[in-house]
């Protein structure tokens, strides 16, 4: 446990990294940015806090020096370099820069929107509070997100490559949003941080959503359509209270889409925004359409270079999360070149790729310079092989939607109902509303910024349809098609978000129209309303109100214009109660995590429950895995305050690869070299029937060994002490080499 004093100095560490962080964003957005003010601004600096501290963890990683003091130490640094950089531009008249949209918001549409937010924030807390209650039980963040974080934290280190287990090359995965978690183990020494750090993306999503709609006046409407996404049952049961970074790369991508169109408004030479509030209709279309025909017969004014480098860190930042995100990235970089005039495109271009290289980089060369290819997943480019790793053994065939298009019945029996389980009843309606805005945008919208953000959208569902693993699956059954889902969310939200942007819609009615449909939308399709029965609602209500609604309060009176001490002092107050209710949930969660005493809320659920409550109580030891099994649950083994190394054994090969061990004796040999405290011992994970495992040799391989001792069984599962080192040469004719190392069968 953590005593009050450890969890304080933790809690001020954190804090104190947010603080100088969020200064030094502020400060670089005020003097590189002045005129961008309100909601947009507010944008920019959340992702330049980001990307300056994604570049101080890999710097002090890359040297050995990632620890917490050195951290603190760099942010302040930082804080006090960005308070001496000067201007470089004139402040902006007073008064420029203000505001939330060309008329603003309504107090009632604001207030919906305020409303919408906890709703969604309420239910996402509901499934925080289960994890909170026995431990982070999402199968990703447990097989490769966490244990990288804690790989990162305990080593002080980005150098080295971290196996899992032996099925897929995760180790070659970018991981950016493994780097925040880190950080959060790092200051506090435990992972109650990572139960919360998707909230945060969360509320970039929703800021993001806000800025595309503002230029048209219609921030609030463009946040509910979001909201309908980000409360999807993907999203709701996968990223809160866990280490998912599906939602991380999406709200980035959508961060670099609403920084480029709040650019391109205000670049403008004929008028300040599309689409005014003041246009109504068709009017509006045309007026917006007319305007930018007069700027492209003009030349058009060039981008404004520092926003064009913050939206391309968002965009850096999202590759730097997921591959699956650099379709959409690789769109937005042709629509930077395409909107800047003729005669600038060259150094829009630069302005936007340097900074997005700097922000997602790092892994891609990482992996060039282990692999030789920042891609090892890519094997082939047409008739050319790429270098990559061999892999002995498989999980599942990564079969793409687009092998079933025509197949009636994989559509009827996995398609249709895991869209079903994704977005509800009315999943038809919601796809048709993401596509459909944007294919409006693409043809219809009069701003190009926005014809080229319905592109962007369209492109990213489109490559969805291609995407390896999108209908993973034996041939014939994708039963991953439903999991897999969320790699399309991102092109979802860059489509649903434009849905508000007709001229339609700049009229009072049509617009409360639109708000009530996305409402209805919001509750048929996502049903949030199911967690006022569960008992998490006790603290799902009040999480909503600390960190929606006082807040909302809090900004909307120093709108109206109360003193700038007494909104300090309001936001110091709740900075201060969230501390102070934090150290009960700390406490209530490291008390139940991975505890497993409740059948029904067994964690990882894999066989390995009764290994779990054991490793709860070991510190500071060297635990071994085998078994597949064992490793895609490797994270419940660095126990209750991470001082466990925890290392699956496997043999590495050319470019990167890591196989599982094929004989007696060199496993054996293998875990004498690792130096190990205990071992762990499981069967392959079957994909395909998971209630079916698959026999690995490793237990077997352990007969007649008196260097090993059992110390907790569980059907196929044990957990062994390593008292000394083992005799290769024991291995008798019973442990003969394999045939074959386990895998998943075809079916």
């Not at 463009?222 to 999203?235: G, P």
């Not at 569960?534 to 120093?558: G, H, I, M």
Request: net charge positive; hydrophobic share 55%; aromatic share 8%.
């Amino acid at each position: 446990m953590v005593d009050l004093g450890e969890y304080l100095l933790g809690a001020a560490q954190v804090v104190a990294l947010v603080a100088a962080l969020g200064f030094a964003a502020h400060r670089l957005r005020a003097r590189l940015l002045p005129e961008w003010g309100g909601a947009p601004a507010r944008l920019v600096e959340a992702v330049c806090a980001v990307a300056l501290l994604t570049w101080l963890v890999q710097l002090l990683g890359l040297l050995g020096l990632l620890y917490a003091g050195a951290l603190l130490a760099a942010s302040a640094l930082l804080a006090l370099a960005a308070a001496l950089v000067p201007a470089l531009r004139p402040p902006p008249p007073a008064g420029a820069g203000r505001g939330d949209g060309p008329a603003g918001p309504g107090r009632w549409e604001w207030a919906a929107a305020v409303a919408i937010v906890a709703v969604v924030v309420g239910h996402w807390a509901v499934t925080a509070k289960h994890a909170a209650d026995r431990g982070i039980f999402n199968f990703d963040s447990l097989w490769y997100h966490l244990p990288f974080a804690a790989e990162m934290a305990k080593s002080h280190s980005l150098t080295a490559l971290h196996h899992p287990e032996t099925v897929f090359a995760n180790w070659f995965y970018p991981q950016g949003s493994e780097l925040l978690h880190a950080v959060g183990m790092l200051l506090t020494g435990r992972d109650t941080l990572s139960l919360f750090i998707n909230f945060g993306w969360l509320a970039l999503a929703f800021l993001a959503a806000w800025c595309i709609g503002r230029p048209w006046g219609r921030g609030p409407l463009s946040l509910v359509a979001a909201a309908v996404v980000l409360d999807c049952h993907t999203l709701v049961v996968r990223d809160p209270g866990a280490a998912k970074n599906d939602l991380a790369a999406g709200a980035l991508l959508l961060a670099a889409i609403a920084i480029l169109i709040s650019a391109h408004a205000s670049r403008r030479p004929s008028s300040p925004a599309p689409a005014a509030a003041d246009d109504t209709g068709a009017n509006a279309v045309l007026s917006g359409m007319r305007k930018e025909v007069r700027s492209r017969r003009e030349g058009g004014a060039a981008w404004d270079p520092w926003a064009l480098a913050a939206a391309g860190l968002a965009a850096g930042l999202a590759a730097g999360t997921r591959v699956t995100a650099l379709p959409m990235a690789a769109a937005l970089t042709l629509a930077v070149v395409a909107v800047a005039p003729a005669g600038r495109r060259a150094p829009s271009l630069a302005w936007w790729t340097v900074p997005a290289l700097a922000a997602g980089g790092f892994w891609y060369l990482r992996n060039l310079a282990v692999a030789g290819n920042p891609i090892p997943e890519i094997e082939r480019l047409g008739p050319i092989s790429l270098p990559h790793p061999e892999r002995l053994q498989e999980g599942r065939p990564d079969f793409t939607i687009a092998h079933y298009l025509t197949d009636t019945a994989v559509w009827r029996e996995y398609f249709a109902p895991g869209l079903h389980q994704a977005f509800g009843d009315l999943w038809p309606l919601v796809l048709a509303a993401a596509a459909g805005a944007a294919l409006w945008a693409l043809l219809r919208g009069g701003d190009r910024m926005l014809r080229w953000a319905g592109a962007v959208a369209l492109l990213g569902m489109l490559a969805h349809v291609f995407t390896p693993l999108s209908a993973a699956g034996a041939e014939g059954a994708p039963v991953a098609f439903g999991i897999n889902i969320r790699y399309v969310v991102p092109a979802l939200l860059a489509g649903l978000v434009l849905l508000p942007l007709p001229g339609p819609f700049a009229r009072p009615g049509p617009r409360w129209a639109l708000l009530a449909a996305l409402a209805a939308a919001l509750l048929v399709t996502d049903r949030p309303d199911l967690a006022a029965r569960d008992e998490a609602r006790a603290f799902a209500a009040p999480f909503a109100l600390l960190t929606v609604v006082v807040p909302a309060l809090l900004w909307s009176a120093r709108r109206r214009g109360a003193p700038t001490a007494a909104a300090l002092a309001g936001a110091a107050g709740l900075v201060a109660l969230v501390v102070a209710l934090g150290y009960p949930l700390q406490r209530h969660y490291l008390e139940h995590r991975f505890a497993n005493r409740v059948a029904q809320r067994s964690v990882p659920g894999m066989g390995l429950d009764a290994a779990y409550r054991w490793a709860r109580g070991v510190r500071g030891a060297r635990i071994g895995l085998v078994g597949t099994t064992a490793g895609f649950a490797g994270y419940g083994f660095y126990g209750t305050d991470l001082s466990n190394d925890v290392v699956y054994l496997g043999k590495e090969g050319p470019h990167g690869a890591f196989n599982a061990i094929p004989d007696c004796a060199r496993f054996r040999a293998a875990v004498n070299r690792a130096r190990l405290d205990y071992l762990v011992t499981a069967p392959f994970l079957n994909f395909i029937h998971p209630d079916d495992p698959i026999p690995s040799p490793e237990a077997r391989w352990l007969r007649g060994e008196r260097a090993v001792a059992p110390l907790v069984r569980e059907g196929p599962v044990t957990v062994w002490r390593v008292r000394g080192p083992l005799d290769p040469a024991g291995c008798g004719p019973a442990n003969a080499p394999l045939r074959e190392v386990p895998k998943t069968p075809a079916r």
